[in-house]
């Protein structure tokens, strides 16, 4: 909020010291306050000087992102001040926009299009997914855009659905598409249980989180699942999902190899 703000809301500059002392809202920086209980990244885009932008205001609504959390990106519309600070680690967005406030927040179609410039068309496809499957963007708003993104992101924009319930399957759809293999997640199989993806017929994609590690118990029902599988005629690649992430070299040849064996068709 800033000085206005709360101006506007019927508080007077003593009441707005009043607040500040009692702790109800913190001075972030001059003419800047936040509310008791402002996220940090929230906080942090306020010091810097603008509000949250790109990913770190996707992340922050709760759609999917890939990048790394250590650093925020802040929108600073097309005339702000930044302000850099302790720890600051900021990635800067001036782009324009019809101005509702110093402080008002980033559209989500301007959220995305901040992402498509910054993260490139990967993140950005993910980012549009999730949306889509949040109910957060409207058909104006992919409309808009299809005519302010150009041409690199107009693929993106024309496969993304609202089916995805992650954003490994996401990008595993969008690393896959073009190839033929068929995509299903979240797929129940008969004496295996439910498993990640499933490619093609019989192809289990499987992606073990971080927390999966050094888990005996989890390891041992990981093989149990693993062999299940193989007696019903299923083949399960196993990865970390972050190495579907970052290295996806390894993950697309896995796969290929074994698909160029045509393992993923059911030829009974
Ligand atoms: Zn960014
Ligand atoms: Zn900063």
Redesign the pocket.
Known sequence: MTTADLRRSGLRRSAIAAAVRSGSIARVRRGTYAARGTCRAVR??A???GVLGCVSAARHLGLWTLAPEGE?H?WLQADGH????D????VDHWDAAPSRGRLAAASVPRILRQIWLCRGVEEFFVAVESALHLGMLTPEGRAWLQRTCGDGAREALEAAGADSESGLESLLRWRLRGTGIALRAQVLIAGVGRVDFLLGDRLILEADGAEHHGSAPARHRDLLRDANAAAWGYVTLRFEDAMIVHDWDTVRAAIDGLVAAGIHLDHG
Do not use: N
């Not at 720890?87 to 900021?90: A, D, P, V």
């Open positions: 942090e885009a010091v810097h000087g925020t802040v930044r302000f850099p600070h720890g600051c680690r900021c």
